[in-house]
């Protein structure tokens, strides 16, 4: 969990915007829009191949430049 400690210098703002900027990097927030819908495992499975066949033809199409 991202703490941020604040200093009497410090506003509101700022130390918001540091506990935004941790969260992120953290991956909170990409972590609950993750788990925001039960996602059964063969659509999970599905969206798996489907990334990396996208991936794979981004490869060669920059190969084939």
Known sequence: MPSVNVRDMDSFEAALKMFKKQCEREGILSEIKKRE?????????????????KKLAKKMKMLSR
């Open 37 to 53: 819908h039960y996602e059964k495992p063969s659509v999970k499975r599905k969206k798996k191949v489907l990334a990396a066949r």
